[in-house]
């Protein structure tokens, strides 16, 4: 009974763990995605709406080029992440082990 009960335990265990790993990965994936397109679309506004190229002018558009580099940055952290722990073939699902 008690080895049922901590075999239990543990499969509960690896799911948690396993869940918090693919919330880590969405928010990865997510995060990167919108942060490259709210960059490219705002640098995109920015050179057709401003005129005068002074300072203001290229500390947006420096902003813009940051946030683009951050999304591309967290996009490839769950590139990465996602190759070290995508599922082969060979493994079996959590519950069948």
Do not use: C
Request: aromatic residues 16%; proline residues 1%; hydrophobic residues 50%.
């Amino acid at each position: 009974m008690k080895m049922t009960a901590k075999k239990v335990f543990l499969d509960i265990q690896k799911e948690e763990e396993w869940l918090n790993e693919q919330a880590y990965f969405d928010f990865l994936e997510q995060t990167g995605i919108s942060q490259f397109l709210l960059g490219l679309y705002l640098l995109v506004q920015t050179l057709h709406s401003i005129q005068e190229r002074s300072v203001p002018f290229w500390f947006v558009v420096a902003v813009d080029v940051g946030l683009m580099i951050s999304g591309m940055i967290f996009f490839v952290l769950w590139l990465r992440k996602h190759r070290k722990y995508a599922m082969s073939k060979d493994e079996k699902d959590i519950w069948e082990a």
